[in-house]
């Protein structure tokens, strides 16, 4: 068995599609979703966890292929130099998963790295490219 995380990302013409209920009946893959962003005429991003052995998970991510939705394992991480952070909260309009929050007792940036989906819109996002990615 194997557990890999992935980013689906859906052109605005796909959304509805049970991708996920396929994926369980017919390849009998678990899935845990981790983050849904998904709305109708809209690009969406959807972050699953996929667990199964690991041939399965090729055949999976090859039926997401077919549908025309993006399928990229998440593999990079993300880091940033918390000691220069101004909290000016950029970072933390674009970050749809959730991963970069303002803290509601002191107004400081609040990373969550297990929350991350690598998208990497926050090293545009950031006034003083404060982020970086490191691969693997
Ligand atoms: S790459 Fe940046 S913007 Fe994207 S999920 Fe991770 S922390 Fe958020
Ligand atoms: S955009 Fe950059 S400086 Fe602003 S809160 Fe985020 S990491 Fe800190």
């Known amino acids: 068995m194997a557990s890999k995380r992935f980013v689906l990302t859906f052109p605005p013409d796909a959304t509805g599609q049970p991708i996920t209920y396929n994926l369980i009946k017919k390849y009998d893959i678990m899935i845990n979703i981790v983050k849904a962003d998904v709305s109708p005429g809209k690009i969406g991003h959807l972050v699953i966890e996929m667990t199964a052995p690991a041939k399965v998970l090729k055949e999976g991510m090859e039926y997401i292929k077919q549908q025309d939705i993006e399928c990229d394992p998440i593999e990079k991480k993300i880091t940033y130099r918390e000691d220069l952070c101004i909290h000016c909260g950029a970072c933390t309009a674009v970050c749809f ?30 006034p003083l490219k404060l982020f970086s990615i490191d691969i693997g």
Request: glycine residues 4%.
């Open 97 to 126: 998963a959730g991963a970069l929050t303002m803290r509601r007792d002191n107004a400081e940036l609040l990373f969550e790295p297990e929350k991350c989906v690598v998208c990497e819109l926050c090293l545009k996002a950031c």
